[in-house]
């Protein structure tokens, strides 16, 4: 269950310290926040016409909140929202006050200045509260809730994805999947499934100590036992991570999976279970609860013939037909023998129109480091994954009903917890306006814990923007290569030139005729010429001597200082 709270808080100084703290609470999604009694109250109203489900969780009141008194808002709130739990924040602690807050039907008291243990604890406690009054009030409608479902029988999508065999790339499939769906604004959670060999903490480098065997032994699974096991990663994602002891993942058998992916469900919007190669009992209970289920396989006969034998187990074990599964294509060729209509004619499934292709050098870094999440955006691998995310649904704005701003008011607390402020206030009324409900840009991890978010109009200013940055800085170094080696063309050709004038000089003075004037005919204008003709060192021999002005880049703009010299002799004819 994701918890709403909407915060009223009357002081800018408070209000920017409690959204702080807010936005570091794990499930938690922050609504705009609302500045005096008259707005929220207005906020609640509009929340609530869609429904109980529609409105928070919990609200936070302050002591100085106003017009109103703050005890007189507590008590409105808990008799028109009877399914909200109200905490009373407050920098006095006394009984008194804490006697006259529960008299009012508050359901807790938070002492000011708010700190992530104390509120966690606070909040915590009165979203259980409210989920069970939830819970209660849909029974008596005649509904039915499912055990760990979220209130108003909502509940999250459920992917499976398991390979065909070892090394096929599930893993990687499953991460790259969920990071997709968790930058499009959605709360995801991603389960390692495969319980003796996951390796979903390896690749995206976290160090834990809860994993889903320390839920199974446990009847009711609480939000916030959940919140417990559940690993916050930087990047949005809830990560339920398998055992580091191998043989601890046989206590998580079929009962054990299915409640504790149910529970999942509840809380997140899409959960991604990484179920591995190996059909174990909670595998199996997780793929046929699954809303789509995705089998990874490379273009090749053995894992072609391992993805028959994986879909035909599942038929005979009445797990998923054939016709339920989409296969993925990984490593994929245009010269591939394989190509996915033949392998979605041999397994039966339905192939995905997206392939993956072979990226061995694009992965090996974010494989090595451990940083999956930073494989490069440019990457064909991320890419292609990224684009099945979108044709599978599931990097799409999740679909609410109207009325329902939960999903943009997730985005806003991942764009609060990015830049590290308050987010923007609500408008008046207690609505949401369009840039507030505008879906954020994914954000980049840098090193040391830190984040780059994108332009929210794509990668205008994101890695177009770096390349042509790169590509100004590096020009004039271009340009100055360029015209060193132009110049030193034009300087062997001067030299050419020179040689070619001499020699034609020669041979004309020796015969008789104008030295100069042949040394000159053949010679460019741009290039300017001094011929220097008469007797050769040795007896009966003619020399000519030609010097020639190097230009400067353009010849006939300008000539460098120094010139080049040829002589050639030529034996006299009498």
């Not at 994108?454 to 990668?459: A, L």
Request: some cysteine; overall charge neutral; hydrophobic content about 45%.
């Amino acid at each position: 269950m994701t918890i709403r709270i909407l915060p009223a808080v009357g002081d800018p100084g408070t209000a920017r310290a409690v959204a702080g703290v807010l936005a570091g609470l794990p499930g938690v999604t922050p609504l705009p926040g609302v500045g005096d009694s008259e707005r929220l109250l207005e906020a609640l109203a509009a929340l609530g016409a869609g429904g109980v489900a529609q409105l928070p969780e919990v609200v936070l009141v302050h002591e100085r909140l106003g017009p109103v008194p703050a005890l007189e808002i507590v008590r409105e709130i808990a008799l028109r929202f009877p399914a909200t739990g109200v905490i009373l924040m407050s920098a006095d602690a006394g009984p008194a006050l804490y006697a006259a807050a529960m008299d009012c039907g508050a359901r807790g008291l938070a002492i000011l200045p708010p700190t992530y243990e104390e509120l966690g604890a606070r909040v915590q406690a009165a979203a259980h509260w409210a989920d069970g009054v939830r819970r209660h009030l849909g029974a008596a409608a005649g509904g039915t809730a499912e055990a760990g479902a979220a209130p108003g029988g909502e509940r999250g999508t459920l992917v499976a994805v398991v390979g065909a065999k070892g090394g096929v790339g599930t893993t990687v499939t499953a991460v790259q999947l969920a990071l997709a769906a968790s930058a499009a604004g959605r709360a995801v959670a991603l389960v390692d499934l495969d319980l003796q060999s996951g390796d979903v903490a390896s690749y995206l480098d976290v160090q834990f100590r809860r994993s889903i065997a320390d839920l199974a032994g446990i009847s009711d699974i609480t939000p916030r036992v959940l919140a417990d096991a559940v690993f916050p990663h930087p990047t949005g994602l809830g990560l339920l991570l398998a055992p580091a002891e191998g043989e601890r993942g046989e206590d998580v058998g079929e009962p054990a999976a299915r409640q504790i992916t149910a529970a999942l469900r509840g809380r997140y919007e899409l959960v991604v279970a990484d179920c591995g190669t190996q059909i174990t009992a909670a595998g199996a209970a997780v793929i046929e609860a699954a809303d789509l289920a995705l089998l990874v396989t490379t273009p090749d006969v053995v894992s072609v013939r391992a993805a028959k034998r994986m879909v035909r187990l599942w038929e005979r074990l009445r797990i998923r037909t054939a016709e339920e599964t989409t296969t993925v294509v990984n490593r994929h060729t245009r010269s591939a023998e394989i190509q996915p209509p033949l392998i979605a004619r041999t397994t039966g499934t339905r192939a995905a129109r997206t392939t993956v292709p072979a990226g061995y050098k694009e992965l090996q870094g974010a494989v090595d480091s451990g940083r999956m999440q930073d494989l490069d955006a440019r990457s064909g691998v991320r890419q292609a994954l990224w684009t099945l995310a979108g044709e599978l649904g599931l990097a799409a704005p999740p679909r609410t009903a109207a009325g329902d701003h939960r999903p943009a008011l997730g985005g806003l607390r991942r764009r609060r917890a990015i830049e590290g402020g308050a987010g923007p206030a609500a408008p008046a009324g207690g609505g949401t306006g369009p840039e507030q409900l505008s879906p954020v840009p994914p954000a980049t991890a840098l090193p040391g814990g830190r984040f780059r978010r994108r332009d929210r109009f794509g990668d205008r200013f994101g890695d177009r923007g770096q390349v042509a940055v790169e590509f100004v800085g590096i020009l004039p170094l271009i340009l100055v290569a360029l015209a060193v080696v132009w110049q030193c063309v034009l300087v062997g050709y001067s030299y050419s030139l020179a040689g070619h004038a001499a020699d034609k000089g020669a041979r004309a003075g020796a015969v008789g005729r104008d030295c100069a004037a042949a040394a000159r005919a053949d010679m460019p204008k741009s290039w300017h010429t001094e011929p220097s003709c008469g007797p050769g060192p040795a007896a009966g021999v003619y020399s000519a001597s030609v010097r020639v002005k190097v230009p400067v880049l353009f010849p006939g703009a300008a000539d460098w200082p120094w010139t080049v010299e040829s002589t050639a002799g030529v034996a006299r004819e009498d």
